[in-house]
């Protein structure tokens, strides 16, 4: 299968107060994952690249191609839909037939490449049936065999795992990322589910307010976010407001917070004030000779450990957050002190308000 | 929705319904605005004479007299459908549609066949007393009117009212109850208030279709005394060929039904911000079947209420089969009107066979058209919003309020200055069907295509479909069923309609509604019957396939 970047140019979209802006190349051949609350604009992007909407500035292209003035049936681009949309008067395997025919294919042959995609989908055994006899996760793949069938350059799925239970979301989520693999298609995944965005992605970006903030592998999302947004929609972490930066020695800076006066490595420019220190919970643990001070005021059980949250006296913004063992963990109302290590803090300018 | 591509694109598909509706709506009611105003002098005479205000008055009054009666009868029946379960709730629920698909000519012929001087209600009469009783008469008379608008609208209040009912929670009544409120007073301080909107439209309705009531007036009023505006335009036009004093009329009908709506909608805004905050019920509660001291009520109102929507229809098919040697003579069991209707005489096609054709002929034009109209306006607005489909919902809901008789009042003035005869008065025939029943066709259609999500046509776009192929291939199948039901229901329509038929037919142009009208004029109610079982089948088709798919859209 041929598959090309998608490119998004100087894209501007106007819309009764909403505003989107894109600048983004999705790479070739790979799984790109969109993650962003509600309303940051994820889904219009997608419909966007697919040609339901038309940007207001800037150009689409499919690879070389520019596709901005192309309508949906003149692009390559296949969509699995939220809600599925399979069309309900059409049995299975006529569903994923459509686009083949609509494509100018004739009816024996549209036939075969459906019977292709059904067994890799692996639905063969639905194909004579109503997509309404058939069960949520069933549609979904009934759903990626229909795009897949057109053989797109470009496969969106908005939200696809969204109406599925937890796990038959992780079994449709192996699925797209192996057919995925297989087909070796460029692949646009939205979602608002963290968990499913970290364990999918090749490269991840987080939308905010109508735009992206950040791409990169989830890995460098997660350990180096370049902005708050980023890390604070990305996981859990624990984040204090910078009172003061003074400079120990290249890359190595001490901070001091409410919470305490931190040593924080960090390579590159420093931000000016404000900004605000950030730390992944997996890397603090309690110890007493550490330099973080908080009183815990939530604990929260979740089986193999316990999720602990700490206030910070001074200032209500702050919060700390990190993972204690089953036997160490303190009560609420008890004092901490917890270490850190100074290469795993960031600091990112903005605070929280 | 804002999917696909700004807002007028694809606008090309309103083309021809909006030429439809200027052509064959608008014009002929500017038509008759204008022969209005260019005699100001006949205006201010209809508005002075004292006849005409005592038409003026009488349509009011029988209008006010009919409502209070129907409403009063299916008040309780509501209360019955909406908080009871009870065997045959659902089948009377479903009937209760009838007056919406039966024509209003059958309903005369029913009302004749079961309270006429020797109907059903008389022969039972008769047979109590040995046939020592003198016949109740009643036809022709105010009591005739109110009785047959009675039988033919009180489901009208039975269905709205007892939807709104059901669908209003249970919970609140037993809070009243709960904190001390007696049933009575819990009814009228919690549940009435809320109910109040739903009975005011019962009402208007009600109101407007008898004031704007044809058939029954004209076979039941009879005399001078008892004419209404709406008939009394029809006797002007067809008789008298006084369009100018015909057109008067029509402006003081049309001025007086739009007060009255005007009226009733800042009542209903009133009556429904007092309730604004009012959720619908959560959950619907299984009503409780009826039970204890009600089952008595409610066995004497059921039962006779059953009785006057089914009586007067079944009447109509078992006298098609029965036949009377001479006038006095008794009924006996004849096949005679159904071989008359069946064309075997011997002058060849019989009248009631050819107007049956015709009829036919006619529908399946008018069904043809309107379902096509239909769909082009449905698929515009389904998936955009805007002011352009704001504009054409209200085009194309103002026909409902438009009496037929002024809309054939219309064709007329126009057609009189236009040479061309005959073809000319079929055209305007079908024309005016067709917008008469476009609001419906439209309101089924576009119903179905908006439930459909805007992601199936995409999803067909993505796949490779162009707009046109995708909506044949996807929207168009999706909408099967309400396109086959706005069709029946347009051609049921225009098969039952006898307002501007009897108006614009071409002379020699029988239809099923004439042949019944002029069958009924000259007492030959037995070959009636037999058109009107005819009539009654092609309801009860419309009514079934509503019935199945067009219900919530309605």
Known sequence: MKTSALIFKSIEFRREGFYLRADNTFPAGKLTVILGPSGSGKTTLLDLAAGFLKPDRGSIMEGSQDVTSLSPEKRRVGVVFQDNALFPHLSVKDNVAFGPRARGMGRRQAGMVADRYLEMTRISRYAQKKPSSLSGGEKQRVSLARALAIEPEILLLDEPFSS??????????????????????TAVLVTHDQEEALSLADYLTVMRDGEITQMGSPAELWNFPDNLFTALFLGRSTRLKIDKISILKSNLYSVETAAGSIWVEQEGEIPDLPATLIIRPENLRVSNSGKIRGTVIEAEYSGDQWKINLSVPGNSSDQIEFNCPDAAAPIIGDSVTLLHQPGSVRILPGVVS | MRYLHGKLSGAGVLLWPVLLWIAAFALPLVSVALKAAGSVSELTGVIQSPYYRGVLGFSLKQAALSTLFSVLLGLPGAYFIGRHHFPGRKILRSISTVPFVLPSILAVLGFILVFGNSGLINYIRQSAFNGNKEPWKILYSLRAIILAHMFYNFPLTLRIVGDAWYSLPQSKYDAARSLGARPVKAFFTVDFPRLAPAILTSMVITFLYCFLSFAIILVLGGGPQFTTLEVEIYRLIKYQLDFSRGSGLAIVESITALGLLAVYASIDTVLRRRTADDENAVKIRTPGRISGWKTLP?????????????????????????????????????????????????????????????????????????????????WYTAHRKGSVVKLIETMLFIPMGVSTVILGLGYLILTNSIPGGKALRLAALTAAHTIMALPFAYRIISGR????????????????????????????????GAIVTAAVFSMALSAGELNATIILAPSGFTTITLAIYRLIGSYDLFGACALGTVLIVISIISFLTLDKYGEQTL
């Open chain 1, 164 to 185: 599925l239970d937890a796990s038959l979301r992780r079994d449709m989520r192996n699925e797209v990322r192996r057919i995925q693999r297989e087909t070796g298609i």
């Open chain 2, 298 to 378: 409610a066995l004497l109102y059921l039962i006779p209420a059953l009785f006057l929507i089914i009586a007067p229809l079944i009447s109509i098919v078992v006298y098609s089969f029965l036949n009377r040697a001479t006038r006095a003579s008794g009924l006996h069991l004849s096949l005679t009107h159904w071989r008359i209707l069946s064309g075997s005489t011997r002058v060849g096609v019989s009248v009631p066979l050819k107007a049956v054709i015709r009829t036919f002929i006619l529908g399946i034009s008018v069904a043809g058209i309107t379902t096509f109209t239909a769909a082009l306006a449905g």
């Open chain 2, 449 to 480: 295509l908006k439930l459909i999500s805007p992601r199936i046509p995409q999803a067909a776009r993505a796949s490779g479909a162009g707009p046109i192929s995708a909506f044949f291939s996807v929207e168009l199948p999706l909408a099967r």
